[in-house]
């Protein structure tokens, strides 16, 4: 498919949801993003063939307020905003664990060990620290949490054990997919990831016995109501609201002088104004999935009608106030309504050759529920 029109008009960050920048450095924003390269493919095909393979359960689930107070305990939680955003490439392969292969020569961790680094555009992390602006520290995001049922005993035997996945389902029908509660790495009031790409995305959820979500799903479990409710226009109501998310951060305030015009110069000028996940807590659809407007923005998949699949970014980021507009209403080309179904058409790539990423990007996993398990 085409590329919109648009995406010239939705190059900068002050005018745009999805500002341009490619992996590459000193790729023109207005250009499609590079496909892989010949020794990264066969890494990724390593990557996703290592996917299928058998694991261990996930560890038991604990609440907010359970998480709090281990923290709390243990001496662990910082009242630091900034401390929050990691600094090693080791904290942040950390976050999260991978359903290990049986194969000794699998490249699951070479590939994770060569996607994920601190110091560039080209590796995935919470974005450059020293540009980030955070506000809220990972004690105050839990205490905000506390007393808040993230997932129930039932919710994680449908998902098969996974902690913090709540199975999602179109009123009437029996839940066939459970989805991540928090953007990645899917843990309570850590940061979210970003500079990472479709292609990437794919393959770490698939690394944890997940798989990317498609647009379908993460709009269900934007609008939906499990007890069969009439759908929403945002996950948390009907009204727009930027004080309930993270979207109210302006670029003039918190990101004055960001040039995103390629993943080199974004890097140097561009703050990743990010906030942990779950630091919003009315900013939750009514399956109990926290941030789908704010924060990040975030990468899915659609099926078009020729039959290829498609990367799909949707949703929004932290200065969607500068593009805001209410689903209704009229406005600039520069803005958009962040509404749940709505349905953009961002840096249209094949999945294949899907390689856009951004300061302001992120995504979450979802995983198919097995017959029985509900």
């Known amino acids: 498919m085409p590329r919109s029109p648009a995406l010239a008009s939705v190059a900068l960050l002050s005018l745009a949801a999805l500002a341009c920048s490619s992996r590459a450095p000193e790729v023109d924003a207005g250009k499609p993003a590079p496909s892989a390269s010949a020794s990264t493919s066969p890494t990724l095909a390593g990557a996703t063939a290592a996917a299928l393979a058998s694991a261990s359960a996930a560890p038991e689930p604990l609440d907010a307020g359970a998480i709090a107070d281990a923290g709390a305990e243990a001496g662990v939680v910082s009242g630091d905003p900034m401390a929050n955003h990691l600094e090693t490439k080791e904290a942040l392969l950390a976050l999260f664990s991978i359903k290990r292969p049986p194969k000794r020569d699998s490249n699951a961790d070479g590939f994770l060990n060569k996607s994920f680094g601190v110091t560039a555009p080209s590796l995935i992390n919470q974005g450059n620290k020293a540009m980030a602006k955070h506000a809220i520290s990972k004690e105050a995001c839990l205490a905000g949490l506390s007393g808040i049922t993230l997932q129930t005993e039932e919710q994680k035997h449908i998902c098969g ?166 689903p209704d209403a009229r406005g600039k080309k520069e803005t958009y309504p962040d509404h749940c179904a709505y349905d953009p058409r961002w840096h249209v790539e094949k999945m294949s050759e899907a390689w856009h990423v951004n300061y302001h990007l992120g995504f979450r996993c979802c995983k198919s529920v097995k017959k029985g398990d509900d």
Not at 203 to 209: A, K, N, W
């Open 161 to 326: 054990g996974e902690e913090n996945m709540v199975p999602i389902s179109k009123p009437g029908k029996h839940p066939k997919v459970c989805i991540d509660i928090f953007e990645f790495p899917n843990k309570a009031c850590e940061l979210p990831v970003v500079w990472v790409a479709p292609v990437q995305a794919k393959v770490i959820c698939e690394l944890q016995g997940k798989r990317l979500c498609n647009q379908e799903e993460w709009t269900q479990a934007c609008k939906g109501d499990p007890d069969g409710g009439k759908d929403r226009k945002f996950a948390y109501g009907d009204e727009m609201d930027l004080a309930i998310c993270n979207t109210n951060k302006r670029a003039k305030d918190f990101g004055p002088g960001c040039e995103p015009d390629s993943a080199s110069s974004a890097w140097r000028t561009c703050s990743t104004n990010t906030e942990p996940s779950g630091s919003f807590p009315q900013c939750r659809s009514r399956y109990g999935v926290f941030d789908q407007h704010g924060n990040v923005a975030e990468i899915m998949w659609r099926r078009d009608p020729d039959g290829h699949i498609y990367d799909q970014l949707k949703g929004s980021a932290f200065f969607y106030v500068d593009v805001a507009r209410k």
